[in-house]
């Protein structure tokens, strides 16, 4: 992909750095500022998301499986005049960190890639401190479910069809690994949606949800990004983001050692009447 100069391999633009915080946290998640912040970029290689972070005044590590992103990052900090840590890993073992290290993990869509979101869950929740912020970005289980092309229905519209199991017989610890989820046929929309040769895996909401919270984080806000356009050409990747909503942004923060204790000690309260 960063061969082929895909825009997910994109060094950041000046525009975007004119005002870097406001281009990577619009809604305002981060509080306003994050100045001397350490923040982790876990799975988030390719020359942008690290410069737009540093420039607003936080100290980055990046963390990112593939060598070629990760130069894209290099290239970027030198050109921009950035300090920026490269580290070359896995989402899923992030052994080489120093635990409680981080004020921030911010996480752009790639779970999808590892069989078990726990798995990660467990490691950034190591990794972040207590009271630190975790922004990730996921695929919408539904959309891993579903056609990339419609079929007309009788009255004209579109009509998306449900194609995989939600249940993968990996999906709980009781039935085995998860299994991926078949490719797609070859079309423009499956290509923006799902990484051509990848191989990827659907987590129910319980498991992006429940195991989230039951990782250490308390879940602070959750975002549906808007892809949908009312006049999207038929068939498009805008038209079908208005039935399937493609992806899910979280905000959670990470409980420390008090808050919880108490959550697990705490008793519910039962009115009588």
Same mark, same amino acid.
């Given at each position: 992909m960063t061969a082929a100069g895909?825009? +997910?391999c994109q060094i950041v633009s000046d525009e975007e750095l004119a005002n870097p915080l406001q281009t990577v946290d619009a809604a305002g998640w981060l509080g306003g500022? !994050? @100045?001397?912040?350490k923040v982790l970029c876990l799975a988030a290689g390719g020359g942008r998301? @690290?410069? +737009?972070?540093a420039a607003a005044g936080a100290r980055v590590t990046v963390v990112d499986l593939s060598p070629a992103m990760l130069e894209q990052d290099r290239i970027a900090a030198r050109q921009r005049g950035h300090q920026v840590e490269l580290i070359?890993? @896995?989402m899923d073992d992030l052994s080489m960190l120093p635990a409680g290290g981080f004020d921030i993990v911010i996480h752009p869509v790639s779970t999808c890639y &590892?069989? @078990?979101v726990m798995v990660v869950y467990a490691q950034v *929740?190591? &990794?972040i401190r207590g009271g630190g912020i975790y922004i990730s970005q996921h695929k919408s289980p539904v959309s891993l479910q579903t056609s990339t092309q419609p079929r007309a229905a009788a009255n004209g519209s579109p009509r998306y069809t449900v194609e995989h199991a939600y249940y993968r017989n990996g999906s709980s610890s009781k039935s085995g690994p998860n299994t991926p989820v078949p490719p797609p046929a070859a079309n423009p929309v499956a290509a923006r949606l799902r990484e051509p040769g990848a191989v990827e895996f659907l987590h129910r909401w319980e498991e992006l949800i429940g195991g989230m919270c039951r990782s250490g984080f &308390? !879940?602070?806000e959750l975002a549906e990004p808007?892809? *949908?356009k009312p006049d999207a050409e038929p068939g498009s990747f805008a038209e079908r983001a208005r039935f399937i909503p493609p992806y899910v942004r979280i905000k959670a923060r990470r409980r420390n050692d008090q808050t919880a204790t108490a959550a697990t000690t705490q008793r519910l309260w039962i009115p009588e009447n």
């Open positions: 895909s825009p +997910l500022d !994050i @100045s001397g912040k998301q @690290s410069c +737009l972070y070359e890993g @896995s &590892v069989p @078990s *929740a190591r &990794v &308390v !879940i602070e808007m892809h *949908a």
